[in-house]
């Protein structure tokens, strides 16, 4: 990021403006990624672990892989630790901003 001279109160709050905007970007954007995470973790997982393009239904990691992703108490396990970890990013970059919007 560039770092600006702030010389005068007009170009202050210009640039508070400027970071609270820059912040609803990467808010959106990190809220879009958890979104796409939660909606592909059972194929993101299988292929970390098989590899891309060896996701073989038929295949006995395969099919075990499946089943554990297909099971409710798993998936709900994920979701409530993928949620409570962007609770914590989003904490944190609002922490950054009010440091940054401090000085």
Known sequence: MK??????LDSLEKEIYRR???????????GHNVDHMKDHFGEMALHSILGPGKSNPLSFTGNLMMTAMNNEKLQSSLAEFV??????????IHKVTDKILRK
Do not use: F, M
């Not at 770092?3 to 005068?8: A, E, Q, S």
């Open 3 to 8: 770092k600006r001279t702030i010389r005068n």
């Open 20 to 30: 609270k905007l820059r912040l609803k970007e990467i808010e959106s954007a990190l």
């Open 83 to 92: 949620e409570r970890l962007a609770e914590k990013i989003g904490d944190g």
